[in-house]
């Protein structure tokens, strides 16, 4: 079956201008997740979506960034006026409900840089 | 709060070798623990988890991984190491009570033939 799918999978920005990535979970997946990866380093939580629960925003690194989550379907993360510590790779992730609960599947990323 | 500390950037064994790639954690209450790996140029895969029961959990590709509850590690090894298990490993844990996920930085593991 699909996947996890990331769009755009690169973005080139001007500093200051916003961007808005996207997220296609696997169908039927309850859970969905932002991470952030700079370059060399590890994974860094940004925000999670668990079905229809408030999401836990607890990593958004400031208020310029925010996401959203339609239902159980696609995520959008957006970054307004973006700076150039923002350059990095978005990755996307979700997981099913059940046993395979703790299990997340990740897209491609998008990779971010800005200007 | 929740932390994952992987104390080495990088791992060298020779193929067929065994190997280990460390890790410990930092959760309040019980945690569930996972592996990941990142091949080049392809995306993160889940290798395997620690939810309870056996300490000795079993994954994808031969690895395998034992939780500490003492040592609060969750250390990943395999018997035999293969030029195809050169990757970017990630350990992660999770408390019970949420989906918050924490990765360590990772540790790059190079196979030498």
């Known amino acids: ?115 | 709060a929740q932390s994952v500390a992987q104390p080495e950037d990088q791992v060298n064994v020779a193929e067929g070798n065994p190997l280990t790639v460390k890790c410990t954690y930092s959760v309040s209450g019980n945690p569930y623990l996972f592996w990941y790996v990142q091949y080049p140029n392809r995306g993160l895969q889940f290798l395997l988890k620690y939810i309870t029961g056996d300490n000795l959990v079993k994954g994808s590709y031969g690895f395998e991984a034992e939780f500490n509850k003492s040592q609060t590690s969750f250390h990943l090894k395999k018997p035999s190491a293969l030029v195809s298990d050169s990757a970017l490993y990630f350990c992660a844990v999770r408390n019970t009570g949420g989906f918050k996920t924490i990765f360590g930085a990772g540790t790059r593991l190079f196979v030498k033939a």
């Open chain 1, 1 to 115: 079956g699909a996947g996890v799918s990331q769009s755009p999978s690169n973005k080139v920005t001007e500093k200051g201008k916003d961007v808005e990535l996207r997220c296609d979970p696997i169908s039927g997946h309850t859970a969905l997740y932002w991470y952030r990866q700079r370059l060399g380093q590890g994974l860094e939580f940004l925000i999670y979506f668990q079905g229809n629960s408030a999401p836990d925003k607890s990593g958004l690194p400031s208020d310029r960034f925010s996401a959203e989550r339609t239902g159980e379907s696609v995520s959008t993360l957006t970054i307004q006026r973006t700076q150039q510590e923002d350059s990095a790779v978005y990755l996307c992730a979700s997981s099913a409900s059940g046993v395979s609960m703790h299990e997340q599947y990740f897209g491609p990323g998008t990779r971010l840089t800005v200007t």
